[in-house]
């Protein structure tokens, strides 16, 4: 069976347990406590040399680490992502643009919800504000001219795009501005097999320490 290596409030977790539920693929859980430092342990670190979660372990042992890696290793031949060239390298372009922009949510989620926030340099805080405006002004004129984000149909790129985007208000960030991107919120939201639980970092009382 598929051992998910997971951390409740991770949404870069989360991405793969909405398509694990998707696809409805049975698999057991290891929880990493990686504010307590577990994804710095040995056996850890030679799941995911980076000692973050999500990670997978296949069947036969094989392991494969970073969530849009993941997605595209469980979604092959599956209607979540493309058989033709470029719709797969649409989705791919997606993918990192995911990782290198809407990363700034991510951070500033992390901080806001965790009391973090304080304890930064208030550039920094600003900065990321900025790279988090940024990337919804971007998502908010690109989704005002299809339907999903890597085209007209539902894929892998709105899941991953979807997990820290549609969690913006938490990091203070004004979602409802960006009217294409809360009509995107929707309509991803309603599709069918949808995993609509996330976790908050209060349920970890290790969550307020910083990462080891
Ligand atoms: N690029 C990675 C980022 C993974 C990541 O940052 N995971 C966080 C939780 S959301 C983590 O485990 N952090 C612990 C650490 O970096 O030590 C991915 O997409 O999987």
Same mark, same amino acid.
């Given at each position: 069976m598929l051992t998910l290596f997971d951390y409740l409030p991770s949404q870069?977790?989360? /991405? !793969?347990?909405?398509? $694990?539920h998707h696809l409805q693929l049975p698999y057991r859980t290891e929880y990493i406590s990686i504010f307590?430092?577990?994804?710095?342990?040995?056996?850890?670190l030679a799941v995911n040399p980076a000692g973050a979660v999500p990670a997978l372990r296949l069947d036969d042992g094989r392991v494969?680490?970073?969530s849009n890696a993941i997605l595209a290793y469980l979604?092959?031949?599956?209607?979540?992502?493309?058989?033709?060239?470029?719709?797969?390298? /649409? !989705?791919?372009?997606? $993918?990192?643009?995911?990782?290198?922009?809407?990363?700034?949510?991510a951070t500033l989620r992390h901080w806001t919800m965790t009391g973090k926030l304080e304890r930064r340099p208030a550039e920094l805080v600003a900065m990321r504000r900025a790279g988090s405006l940024h990337a919804l002004r971007m998502l908010d004129r690109e989704l005002?001219?299809?339907?999903?984000?890597?085209?007209?149909?539902y894929t892998i790129a709105d899941m991953s795009v979807y997990a820290y985007t549609?969690?913006?208000?938490e990091a203070n960030l004004p979602l409802?501005?960006?009217?294409?991107?809360?009509?995107?919120v929707a309509r991803v939201a309603s599709q069918e097999g949808f995993l609509h639980q996330c976790h908050p970092y209060s349920i970890d009382p290790f969550s307020g320490r910083e990462l080891p």
């Open positions: 870069n977790a989360w /991405k !793969v347990r909405l398509l $694990l307590e430092g577990e994804g710095r342990r040995p056996d850890f494969l680490a970073e979604a092959q031949g599956t209607r979540y992502l493309p058989q033709d060239g470029f719709g797969l390298a /649409k !989705v791919m372009q997606w $993918l990192s643009f995911e990782q290198d922009y809407v990363g700034a949510i005002a001219t299809r339907p999903f984000i890597a085209g007209g149909a549609h969690r913006a208000e409802a501005e960006f009217v294409h991107v809360s009509a995107w």
